[in-house]
């Protein structure tokens, strides 16, 4: 009898432990099934993430105004939906591209414009969210650093990115001076070039295409170029010393000429009606197939897939804040 009961036991101590073992692993797999839900929650969703949208929704909201950041869109609702953005809708992601920018009460303007731009900070406190949330909302923000329409050209050694950050002290300078939005003179230098690396800007410094005409007095380049659909033709364009002299002479090029002043470039309050403005005043001849004008097609096109309206945002939050 001793033996059977010492038998039983056993089995039961082993069943015990068993229980204990399955219960433990129950408890790791369910910590590790929070924390990886916990982890995967601390960075935004960007597979999830319909960029066009907030794009789309950023400039709609900035037309007539100011240029709205959709990034700060985007990383409010991935922490507001927890970054479920299926939740998502036109009339709340409206709202939210609204509350970026209000009614300007003070004489200090952003070129004479009627409204400034919140700060991101503004918004959060009217949203009234936690400082958890907060601190997920520029994690979030750190995450789309680098995303985009076309990632690879956002990367920060990218030829494209350094080709930009060449280019764009230069046109931030031209738009507090004359008003030209720098993603248009950006979006121009690196259609016109290649992204710099046309046989023009390699020989002559030409960042614009800008032929010589009878007003120009220094020197001179005669190359070929397309215009309309196919057409080559071969013309004189001007050269320049430098990438510099060639944004300073692009800018006044575009103030002197009236037809420019006349067409709106310079009372537009935003890259797509420039764009548009500057295409029907003559810039350029570009068509397809079916003779249609692409030119302004294409600049929009290039400055959303590079994030270009971004640093007309950051320009004009710079005024802004001087505004408050």
């Not at 010393?241 to 060639?246: G, H, L, R, V, Y």
Request: overall charge positive; hydrophobic content about 35%; aromatic content about 10%.
């Amino acid at each position: 009898m001793k033996r059977k009961r010492t038998k039983i036991r056993g089995r039961g101590m082993i069943k015990n432990v068993f229980k204990i073992i399955s219960l433990l692993f129950i408890i790791v797999l369910s910590l590790n099934i929070v924390n990886y839900f916990k982890v995967k929650n601390n960075h935004i969703n960007v597979k999830k993430l319909n960029i066009s949208f907030y794009i789309n929704a950023a400039d709609e909201s900035s037309k007539g105004k100011l240029q709205i950041n959709w990034k700060h869109l985007a990383a409010i609702d991935g922490v507001s939906y927890k970054n479920d953005f299926s939740k998502t809708n036109s009339k709340s992601l409206k709202e939210l591209a609204d509350m970026f920018v209000v009614k300007n009460s003070t004489n200090y303007k952003v070129r004479d414009s009627k409204y400034r731009l919140r700060s991101l900070e503004e918004v959060l406190d009217e949203l009234s969210f936690e400082k958890e949330e907060r601190e997920k909302v520029y994690t979030y923000l750190e995450d789309l650093k680098y995303i985009g329409l076309v990632k690879k050209n956002l990367k920060e050694n990218s030829s494209q990115r350094k080709f930009i950050n060449e280019i764009s002290p230069g046109a931030i300078e031209i738009y507090k001076q004359y008003g030209i939005f720098p993603s248009i003179t950006i979006a121009q230098a690196i259609l016109e070039t290649r992204w710099g690396k046309s046989e023009l800007v390699i020989k002559a410094n030409n960042l614009f295409g800008i032929k010589a005409d009878r007003s120009w007095k220094g020197k001179c380049i005669t190359m070929k170029t397309t215009e309309y659909y196919d057409k080559v033709i071969t013309d004189d364009f001007r050269v320049y010393e430098n990438a510099s002299e060639s944004l300073k002479d692009y800018a006044k090029f575009l103030s002197k000429n009236k037809r420019y002043r006349e067409h709106g470039v310079f009372s537009t309050s935003h890259y797509i009606e420039q764009a548009e403005a500057i295409e029907n005043a003559g810039y350029s001849t570009k068509e397809d197939k079916k003779g249609k004008k692409v030119y302004a097609d294409l600049l929009i096109k290039l400055i959303r897939q590079n994030n270009l309206q971004l640093i007309d945002h950051e320009v004009q939050m710079k005024y802004s804040k001087r505004a408050i």
